[in-house]
Antibody, heavy 118, light 110 residues
Framework: EVQLVESGGGLVQPGGSLRLSCAAS????????MSWVRQAPGKGLEWVSF???????FYADSVKGRFTISRDISKNTLSLQMNSLRAEDTAVYYC????????????WGQGALVTVSS | QSALTQPASVSGSPGQSITISCTGT?????????VSWYQQHPGKAPKLIIY???NRPSGVSNRFSGSRSGNTASLSISGLQAEDEADYYC??????????FGGGTKVTVL
């Protein structure tokens, strides 16, 4: 069974950093198209970042230069390093993955809440 | 990349059929024709219900169907049931690559 479990969320001050992790089971992150999608409180979904199986990375303009997506093949985990955090980054962050192609988000984790506030 | 446009809410009685529209542009839906739909119940993670505009994942009810015409995609739900009450989001693959979501539609079963 495919499962994604996020961790690392919490409260951080504006300008601070936080690292989210996503532990995968049922598939390997190295052969899966992986993404981060976020949802601000009471708002809709927003794509944040994408990691191709080949290693190429892509970011939404709103986080480019501040967030970094990566994977640890030995631990079968996906990570999102978030720096220079702003109040508008407050959201539930979902890890999502698809084994077949990169055009949609087939499997989702339960989400990790990140709150940026002083 | 601007968000796709969805109606804020749609409602229907049990057993009825409803349709949710999702309007994009020639830079996303009109060119790539790669629309996906997600169902989200309160406090839960989104769930994929339609991919590549018209395909249903294994295990998703055949009461859900997707279509597209030009820059607009649609999700139809037939035989509406109480469990269908949720938020629904469309999403399109677009250039760069990027993925753009709609603002979401709240479906209410009367």
């Amino acid at each position: 069974e495919v499962q994604l479990v996020e961790s690392g969320g919490g409260l951080v001050q504006p300008g601070g950093s936080l690292r989210l992790s996503c532990a995968a089971s049922g598939f390997t992150v190295s052969s899966t198209y992986m993404s981060w999608v976020r949802q601000a409180p009471g708002k809709g979904l927003e794509w944040v970042s994408f990691l191709y199986t080949g290693g190429n990375t892509f970011y939404a303009d709103s986080v480019k230069g501040r967030f970094t997506i990566s994977r640890d093949i030995s631990k079968n985990t996906l990570s999102l390093q978030m720096n220079s955090l702003r109040a508008e980054d407050t959201a539930v962050y979902y890890c999502a993955g698809t084994t077949t192609n990169p055009f949609y988000f087939g499997h989702w984790g339960q989400g990790a809440l990140v709150t940026v506030s002083s | 990349q601007s968000a796709l446009t969805q109606p804020a809410s749609v409602s229907g009685s049990p057993g009825q059929s409803i349709t949710i529209s999702c309007t994009g542009t020639s830079s996303d839906i009109g060119t790539y024709k790669l629309v996906s739909w997600y169902q989200q119940h309160p406090g839960k993670a989104p769930k994929l219900i339609i991919y590549e505009t018209t395909n249903r994942p294994s295990g998703v009810s055949n009461r859900f169907s997707g279509s597209r015409s030009g820059n607009t995609a649609s999700l139809s739900i037939s035989g509406l049931q109480a469990e269908d009450e949720a938020d629904y989001y469309c999403c399109s693959y677009a250039v760069s690559p990027t993925w753009v979501f709609g603002g979401g539609t709240k479906v209410t079963v009367l």
